[in-house]
Structures are given as C-alpha cells and as structure tokens.
C-alpha cells in the first residue's frame, strides 16, 4: 500500500507555473528522495503535502487520507521538517518540544515520554533543557527531526533537511534518517539536491521545472552510471 | 480535548517567549504611563470634563483617560503579536501552528486568545501603577472590566491578524502601523470625549463614533464602573467578527497565503 500518493498536482503562482502535472507514489517503510535542482518545484510540492498551500488540480492522500477531503487526518499521520527552521529560538528544546506534542494533542506524562524518546533517538536527551538559540545547526535539525516524530507520523516529509550544515552533520543527519526509516518502517520523502544524501536502494524522484522526470528506485535511474552523472544527463537534457 | 490541550499549549508559548522579551513588557507599560502620568497632567487643565455617563461627577482628566489607555495597550499588542506573526511566518512557526491536525479557524482563534490574555495582564498592571498613583476605579470595576478587556483584545488582534494575512513584508508593515494605530487611536475617543469632537465638527465627530476602536474604549470605560454598554458590546463584537473572517479568509491555503519559490 502506498503511504503517499501524489497524482496529477497542477500549482502556478500568477502566469508562472510551477507543478505540472507531477504525480508519485510511495510504498509504506519506503525512503525516498525528492532530487531537483534549485528551482524545481520542490518547495512548493512540500507547502501542498503540508496544507499551506492548496493545489487546485491533482489529489494528495497520506496514509490513505485524502489532503482535501479529510486534511486533520491527513496532516495528523505527517511528520514534517521544514526547510527553514521552525523551532522558537528563545525557548528550550523541550519547550519546543512540549508545544508541538500539545499541537497534536499529546500533553502530560505520555508527551513527557515520547519526548525523551525522540530526543534519545537523535542522541539529544542531555541537551533537552538548553535554549534552541544556543544549539548549531546540526543540533537543531535533530531536534525539528525529533519533533518531528513525537506523534509517531506514518510519513515523514524533509524539505532540505540538510542545507546549511557541514559535511559531517549533513552525513549524520541522513543517516539518521534512513536508520529510521529501516527501524520503525516509516516512510520518508526527503527533499535534496544533492545526489550524495541518496542511497542507490532509496526511491528517487526526480524533479525539474516543476515536472517528474523519473519516478523508481536510485539504482534503476542511475543503471550502469554514477548516480550524480545520470541526473546531470536528466537535468541538462530538459534544460 | 486536543482542542483544548492546544489552546493551552498556545498560550503558554506566548507567555514564555513575553517572559523572554523584559524590555517589550517594559515598554508596553511605559507608553500608556507616559501619556498618563505626563500628558494627561499637563492636559488636566486645557480640558474641561462635563458629568456624561458613566461618570456621575466631575472627574479629573487622569480619570477619563485610563479605559483609552487600556484600550492603547490592546492596540499596541493587537498590532505588535500581528509583528510576530509576520515575523512568524518568515521564520516559519506559523507553519509548525498550521500543520497541526485542528481546523485553521480554531488555531487562529487560539493565538489571537493567547495575545489577549497577554494584553490583560498588561492592562492589569497599567492599572495596578495607576492605582498606586492614586487613580483608581471601584473595586468591583476590575472585575467587571475583565470581559471588556477580553472582547477589546479580541478584537484589535483580530484586526492585526487581517492585516498580517496580507501584508507580505515586515517593512510594509511598519507602514501599516502608522497607518492603522494612530488614526484609530486619535479619532477615537480614548482622549476627549465624542461630544467634544462634535463640537470640532460633525464629520469628525461621525468617523470617531463608528470607529470601532472607540467602542471598545467606550465598552471598557463602562465596565470599568460595573455598567453595561451594550451598543458598545454590540458593536465590538461586530467588528470582531469581521476582522477575524477577514483574517480566517487571508490564510485560507487556497489563496496561497505563505508564497515561497520552487
């Protein structure tokens, strides 16, 4: 069954368009990477998975929840971890934490233990009581991450987790998350433009000017070449 | 529940980061001490004050002033939490607030609630220094005023979360502030009563009257000495109501409130 399905999404701002016609699916448990170049639409894909935006062509469900007929459901099986960050600077990681489990209905004792979990998890726990301001990037993205997973989501959606981090915590963060989707058989759509965050056994979709170029596993779009050559072939082709 | 367990959520966040922010409680409550302690003396004397309800003798013009400075508080933080709002949405809690599986009206409502309980206790502590100057209202006065209060902050956050479903930039809406804070505030009648901006002229009087900022002013003057103003009551809640559809209406995703590049 697929835990994301994204079929026919048509968005433009004003004459610029910029989905046409993107469709993809993605099976429970699955990692998958959303490959683009600046520009191609993936952050927009992630305001209509999301809700912030609505398309008005083309279907979303996530875990069999349709975007637009039952959006809390939808919203409520999601995990999400902007590109930007999210997190209230001025406020602990816990605090932070607390806030968005009470989002998602989870308050006293029970949030109290998902959130040493999930901060346990992302190797966080002892850092729980500084303030967000004082963490580095790589921190912080571990700490959207493990708020990320606080209402245990069905499907976690990444837009550019790793930008802005350096080699090390890029390669910590990913790693991270594909141990967790082996784990906990969590589905993950991981939005990059860097070929070097995908393994050759993930899901690829590639994404350029708003339209999917190819949509199967790495190592099928990349057959016998490296996997960076192959999406530069794609990318420049269309170019 | 969640509804609820939300709410909560809401409004401690707001307080903890108001608790982080010394200098903004400080300068949310020196603004208002200024005009009293400062203008109004100095105006006590320009400006003479005839008996008009709900006053039932002479009062001085420290007196008249305080349910406009209340009101002055609520505007200002109406408009500054609609900052942080904008300010928000760049840095992109307000998208954390809006992915969480509950209807965006009641998410809305929540944060617009938080920021007029945060008011109130502004408002509380205005008049507590007030108070110890010497200005006070009856006792049962702060009670009573609590609700007006509420409706007021209500409805200036409401007014602040419209204006900041449309306006795109922080820059522009250092504009909007000029635009919409001192206008209400001078043509209200939160500093001379409106038969004396009839006595300036019809017209004046008229756009101070429909002012809905005036109707809250006039709401909490009433309340604050235990009486009921009804047209005033009517008339907020009106104006609440518009401003919040209108803001309801501004994050609607279908219109694409949070435009970001592909």
């Not at chain 2, 009573?144 to 979360?161: C, I, K, N, Q």
Request: glycine residues 8%.
């Amino acid at each position: 069954m697929s835990a994301l399905r994204v079929s026919d999404l048509h968005y433009r701002y004003g004459s610029k368009v910029a989905l046409d016609g993107v469709g993809f699916s993605i099976d429970e448990g699955r990692f998958c990477a959303l490959l683009g170049p600046n520009g191609a639409g993936k952050s927009t894909l992630f305001s209509l998975l999301t809700g912030l935006l609505a398309a008005p062509e083309g279907g979303i469900a996530i875990a069999g929840h349709d975007m637009r007929t039952q959006p809390k459901a939808a919203l409520a099986r999601m995990g999400v971890v902007f590109q930007q960050t999210t997190l209230d600077l001025d406020l602990t990681v816990a605090q932070n934490l607390r806030y968005f489990a009470a989002l998602h209905g989870l308050s006293g004792r029970k949030a109290a233990n998902r959130i040493d979990e999930a901060l346990d998890r992302l190797d966080m726990l002892e850092r729980a009581s500084e303030k967000v301001r004082a963490l580095n990037g790589g921190h912080r993205r571990r700490t959207e991450i493990a708020r990320a997973l606080l209402h245990r989501p069905a499907v976690m959606l990444l837009d550019e987790p790793t930008v802005g981090l350096d080699a090390p915590a890029r390669a910590a963060i990913t790693n991270h998350v594909h141990d967790l989707c082996d784990d906990t058989h969590m589905t993950v759509l991981w939005a990059t433009h860097l070929t070097d965050e995908v393994r050759l056994t993930d899901e690829l979709v590639i994404l350029h000017k708003g339209k999917v170029l190819a949509s199967d596993t790495a190592h099928r779009i990349a057959g016998d070449r490296p996997l960076q050559a192959a999406f530069l072939e794609m990318v420049g082709e269309t170019g | 529940m969640i509804y609820f367990t939300a709410l909560i959520a809401i409004i401690q966040r707001e307080a903890l980061r108001y608790i982080g922010q010394r200098e903004r409680f400080i300068a949310a409550l020196v603004r208002p001490l200024v005009w009293l302690l400062v203008f109004a003396a100095g105006f006590r004397a320009a400006l003479g004050l005839s008996i008009t309800p709900p006053y039932l003798t002479y009062i001085t013009y420290e007196i008249y002033i305080i349910p406009g400075l209340c009101g002055m508080i609520l505007l200002f933080n109406g408009m500054q939490s609609s900052l942080s709002l904008v300010y928000d949405r760049e840095m992109g809690s307000m998208k954390v607030l809006l992915t969480a599986p509950l209807p965006r009206w009641w998410l809305l409502f929540c944060k617009l609630f938080a920021g007029a309980i945060i008011s109130i206790l502004q408002c509380y502590t205005f008049l507590l220094i007030a108070g110890i100057y010497g200005i006070r209202m009856p006792t049962i006065g702060y009670v009573t005023a609590f609700p007006a209060l509420l409706v007021g902050g209500l409805m200036l956050g409401a007014l602040g979360l419209a204006l900041s479903s449309f306006v795109k930039q922080l820059e522009n809406f250092a504009g909007v502030m000029n635009f919409v804070i001192f206008p209400m505030f001078f043509l209200s009648s939160a500093l001379y009563p409106l038969w004396k901006m009839a006595e300036a002229g019809r017209l004046l009087h008229d756009i101070c009257a429909v002012n809905p900022f005036t109707q809250a002013v006039e709401l909490i003057r009433f309340a604050l000495y235990a009486q009921f103003n009804l047209p005033a009551l009517g008339w907020s809640l009106l104006a609440t109501a518009a401003f919040l559809a209108l803001a309801i209406w501004g994050y609607d995703p279908a219109r694409g409130l949070i435009r970001k590049k592909g």
